[in-house]
Structure formats: C-alpha cells, structure tokens
C-alpha cells in the first residue's frame, strides 16, 4: 500500500525537506501557504504515530479546514464534509471533475471525504475556494 512521504520522526517538513521532497510541485505548495496565509488559516506540520508520518493540518481558530500530506512529486489535500454541507460544494467555483467525483463519493460514518492531488499552482485556487466554503461553515 502507497503511503505518504515524510516518515522520518526527527527530520521536520521544513522550507528544504519540501523543496526535496515535492519536486516541481513546490511551487504549488507555496503558493498554497502564502494564499492560506492570507485567509487566516494556520498550516501546522505533526508526526503522527499511527500514519507514521508528518502531515499538516491546517486550521480557521479551531475548525479544522484541511489535511495536507506529501507524496512523490505532490501533495495531497484532504477535506471532510456532512451530507448536510455536501451540496455546497457542487456551488462552488472550482473546476468540474471534483464536484463529480465528490457527488459519487461515499459517506464513512457522518463524513464524506473529498480528497485532491495537487501538483501544479493552477490547482491551488481550487483548494482555497474550498478552504473558504468549509472555513463559513458552521
């Protein structure tokens, strides 16, 4: 099974660990931060145990927004929504085949999880459309 990069507990995910690790997509992923940034969200990097890895969870005062895990050459991006809070995403702004994909998408529990691989910087407007959606939600 695939799992994500960043498994070393003593070797935290800075500014030159990412740039190693994402390749060409680090600029997408600065491009992330800078633009979380600026919507008052907070990217905070933990190695988690269970995963053993290193992902960023990435949070509006004390909602969390997003998961954030690095891959081989990307990132991965991970929300979770209610049913209840499912429809909004098909309102939203963002490029087609992820409200597709998040229509088909099974609920596990309460949550319906919509998960995006992002390797370019064009994909990250999608990723901060969502961010705000989820960051107005009650």
Same mark, same amino acid.
């Given at each position: 099974m695939e799992r994500p990069l960043l498994n070393d507990p003593n070797l935290p995910p800075d500014t030159? !660990? $990412?740039?190693k690790t994402l390749g060409r997509s680090h600029a997408a992923y600065e491009a992330l931060a800078a633009g979380a940034s600026g919507a008052g969200l907070e990217m905070s990097w933990r190695y988690y145990?269970?995963?053993k890895a290193w992902l960023c969870k990435v949070t509006h005062k004390k909602k969390t927004v997003f998961w954030l895990s690095v891959w081989?050459? $990307?990132f991965?991006?991970?929300f979770h929504?209610?049913?209840k809070t499912r429809t909004g995403v098909a309102e939203l702004d963002?490029?087609?085949n992820i409200k597709s994909t998040f229509?088909?998408?099974q609920a596990v529990g309460k949550l319906v999880s919509l998960g995006l691989d !992002?390797?370019?910087k064009s994909q990250v407007r999608d990723v901060l459309t969502l961010a705000e959606y989820k960051k107005s939600l009650k």
């Open positions: 030159v !660990v $990412l740039k145990n269970d995963g081989d050459g $990307l991965k991006i991970g929504f209610t049913e963002i490029d087609a229509a088909r998408a !992002v390797r370019k």
